[in-house]
Nanobody, 114 residues
Framework: QVQLVESGGGLVQAGGSLRLSCAASGVIFSINAMRWYRQVPGKQRELVAAISGGGNTNYADSVKGRFTISRDNAENTLYLQMNSLKPEDTAVYYC????????WGQGTQVTVSS
């Protein structure tokens, strides 16, 4: 059974930083591609960043240069370092992987005040 558990969200002022974590279990973490998504009420879930098993990364244009996705395969943990946060980054952030089926974490709230 694949489980993804996010942590690290919170309230931060614009310009500040947060680091999100996603602890994974039940998956061969080192070879699975992983993603971070975010969702604002009333809007579709948006892909923020992705990392392949080999460490290749991709980012949404809105977060390029500010966010960094990384993984620690020894700890089965995915990270999202978020710097220079803006009020428009406010959302619930989810980690995701696909192993036959789609698996999502429960989400962690990030709120950026202006």
């Amino acid at each position: 059974q694949v489980q993804l558990v996010e942590s690290g969200g919170g309230l931060v002022q614009a310009g500040g930083s947060l680091r999100l974590s996603c602890a994974a279990s039940g998956v061969i973490f080192s070879i699975n591609a992983m993603r971070w998504y975010r969702q604002v009420p009333g809007k579709q879930r948006e892909l923020v960043a992705a990392i392949s098993g080999g460490g290749n990364t991709n980012y949404a244009d809105s977060v390029k240069g500010r966010f960094t996705i990384s993984r620690d395969n020894a700890e089965n943990t995915l990270y999202l370092q978020m710097n220079s946060l803006k009020p428009e980054d406010t959302a619930v952030y989810y980690c995701y992987t696909r192993l036959g089926n789609d698996y999502w974490g429960q989400g962690t709230q990030v709120t950026v005040s202006s």
